[in-house]
């Protein structure tokens, strides 16, 4: 892990959550991890999400791009529920009459809880930008020779209150995906890593990879994070943002072996099931890793880091 | 209501919908009104998003970008639910233990409902752009002489799944919200009307000026809305996008008199409650419009259009 700046330009009694607060760069909502963003906070994220489409622009990836809700169904069958349930979040709604209406209005009124009529809806929240991509490529048939690329974008919702600025409930993820063989995907995942590098060091911003895993639920989540590491399946791109002993993940880089191939039944062109790759950019994340690095006045960020983002 | 371009470059046997699909311009997701887009969708998105920046370029305002999802407590003080309960999302969570997840995963493996055990959280989905503002707004105190004026972007949820593909249940809106005097939030009115009005024609789409209501829901939402339509409160811009009889509200623009203010206390420079008006963008629905009178080639629409769109 690189050095932080001996000047460290967001030290302080307070906390950089307070100060970007202070700032006006983020505006509280009320709820830990739910803030609004400032313009000036937006136009880095724009920049940053421009970065990402510069690098991978001569790739020929397929662009989507899927609002913050995805198909229960689909939600279902992906498996999220198995390693995450807790991180979920699934959307309700009111299916009353004028009588269901107004005991809603009362409970309301009263301060009591008026959310036990809420029902189901056939909507859940976008976990990862990548989860209502697959069923739309299993739907178009057995992958060509070459496999497929595609360029991803989305809000996505975990719910984890925190009041770690880089742990929101709500933020933007980038992702690219590549579907095809093991040999396709891991070449992928390799571009990316370095590519992914190269951009962090650009930025000014000092960084390290390390083996990763997500944080699956319960006792049984134990083995499958173990199992992740031990293969080798995931990288983070780790920052040190809120603590120099806590770095943060910005960008990840996670080889799915046949996982979701066999979910959604994605068949290679031979027939053969499909493998995946995705490579993740955290936009608030490597946003808020600039600020903590290059201070929260934007405007005397070093030229150099300007010139990468807005030249 | 100017006419219907004589040669109609979307008629057709099959519905908008599945034109839209057959072309790769929206994506199915399996949920009517829920639907990914194309990178080319997301371009005329952009290039609309654009414009209403540059028609409110000289005014002042300022930027907020709010995630999908709001407080709920402060969405249960904006009154949304007095109005449209049916339309509003709520988001649940898994609250529970190792036992409780195993109990999950059985209700999914055998097709049961498994959604009852899931939590209210403190996030709801925001239904208007707008609405995550005002207590940000109320919380800064007394507004300036002159009043604010925001400029908002924000993913929208209604529960109104529909085939009509104007009518999604995530979808984007861009707002200017204005907040002071009578006097100043009419003024701002009357401007967007006119901006709004000479953006659509120079867009080569047909349009109309109608006087509106919200859909409000029940017994007592009759009178609220012929109340509303009674005292010129709403006007939308409409053009027809599903059908000629019932044309779409592409922009809306709405006077919400001292409502806000009053709930959340925002006060003149003078001590008097504010008022507040915004307009409103729909900016998936100015798209649709945009493919429905220009054509679904969209690199073969009006020179005209394009040149006002990227030029």
Redesign the interface.
């Known amino acids: 892990m690189d050095q932080l700046p001996a000047r460290d330009p967001v030290s302080g009694p307070r906390s950089l959550l307070d100060r970007l607060f202070d700032q006006g760069l983020l505006?509280?909502?009320?709820?830990d991890g739910?803030?609004?963003?400032?313009?000036e906070?937006?136009s880095v994220v724009e920049a940053v999400d421009r970065i990402a489409t510069r690098l991978g622009a001569g790739d020929g990836a397929?662009?989507?791009?899927?609002?913050?809700?995805?198909?229960?169904?689909?939600f279902?069958r992906s498996g999220y529920?198995?390693g995450f349930?807790?991180l979920?979040?699934?959307?309700?709604?009111?299916?009353?009459?004028?009588a269901d209406?107004a005991r809603?209005?009362a409970c309301?009124e009263a301060g009591t809880?008026?959310?036990g009529g809420?029902a189901?809806?056939?909507?859940v929240?976008t976990p990862a930008a990548c989860y209502?991509l697959y069923?739309?490529a299993a739907?178009r048939g057995a992958l060509p020779e070459g496999g497929l690329l595609f360029?991803l974008q989305s809000?996505c919702?975990r719910?984890e209150?925190s009041l770690e600025p880089t742990r929101?409930?709500?933020?933007r993820m980038r992702e690219y995906v590549r579907m095809g063989s093991p040999d396709q995907v891991l070449a992928f995942r390799e571009l990316w890593l370095e590519r992914g590098t190269a951009m962090m060091r650009e930025l000014g911003l000092p960084i390290a990879v390390d083996p990763a895993n997500d944080p699956f639920?319960?006792?049984?989540g134990r083995m499958l994070a173990n199992n992740q590491r031990a293969q080798g399946l995931k990288f983070e791109l780790n920052v040190p943002v809120n603590s120099e002993d806590k770095p943060t993940a910005c960008l990840s880089f996670n080889y799915h072996q046949d996982h979701f191939g066999t979910i959604w039944d994605i068949r290679q062109a031979d027939g053969e099931v499909a493998h995946t790759a995705c490579v993740g950019f955290g936009l608030e994340r490597i946003t808020l890793a600039l600020l903590r690095h290059h201070g929260l006045d934007i405007e005397a960020w070093p030229d150099a880091v300007r010139d990468r983002l807005w030249g």
Not at 217 to 220: E, K, Q, T
């Open positions: 505006v509280r909502t009320g709820v739910l803030y609004g963003r400032s313009g906070f937006e397929e662009s989507l791009r899927f609002p913050p809700g995805m198909s229960r169904p689909a279902e529920l198995k349930p807790n979920a979040g699934t959307i309700h709604c009111f299916c009353g009459n004028d209406h809603l209005l309301i809880d008026w959310t809420q189901a809806s056939e909507i929240l209502p069923p739309v739907a360029d809000y919702f719910h209150p929101m409930q709500m933020f639920f319960g006792r049984a």
